[in-house]
């Protein structure tokens, strides 16, 4: 079963510890100038970069979920409010990827935009992640490229 559970302090462990165990760095949080790997440093940037986004009243930005599947931490996603649009990212461990979650997740997070009443849902990619294009663009959302980042807009309402 497949749960978006919002963050908070103890979420944010699970959420760190499903990021060191599947997932590089750069995949799930901005760069920091350390050697390559979860080094400790990393570790304490990437609590961080959560708290301030998503945790303190004072500076955040987003929602942010962990994603659960069975109970486990796979991931997590978010919606940033940009105007009248969200934009969604999701990011999922290695080991939960091809799996269909995050076709699952985007729709859980597109019913969590339309009931927010967003105008629309806004998700980039890279050119090469052809599951994430494929999904998008089956939802009708429209792709542009410019260089190797893909935007998709879904237009929720009129």
């Known amino acids: 079963m497949i ?25 799930v949080m901005p760069p920091v100038d350390d050697p390559p790997g979860w080094t400790p440093r990393r570790r304490a940037a990437f609590l961080a970069f959560h708290r301030a ?16 599947v069975d109970g486990t931490a796979v991931g997590a996603a978010r919606l ?3 105007g009248d649009a ?3 990212g999701i990011w999922l461990s290695r080991a939960a990827r091809g ?4 076709r699952q997740v985007t729709a859980l997070l597109l019913a969590e935009a339309r009931e927010s009443g ?8 890279t050119a090469g992640n052809g599951g994430a294009r494929a999904l998008l663009g089956g939802l009708g959302a429209a792709l542009t490229t410019e260089g190797d980042e893909v935007t998709a807009v879904l237009r929720l309402r009129p």
Not at 99 to 102: F, L, Y
């Open 3 to 27: 749960r978006l559970t919002p963050l908070d302090e103890d979420t944010l462990a699970r959420l760190l510890e499903a990021a060191v165990t599947g997932a590089d760095p750069l995949e």
């Open 53 to 68: 986004r998503s945790l303190d009243p004072a500076t955040a930005v987003e929602r942010t979920w962990v994603i659960d």
């Open 80 to 82: 940033e409010p940009h």
């Open 99 to 102: 799996r269909g979650i995050g």
């Open 118 to 125: 967003a105008a629309s849902f806004v998700a980039s990619t």
């Open 86 to 88: 969200l934009e969604a």
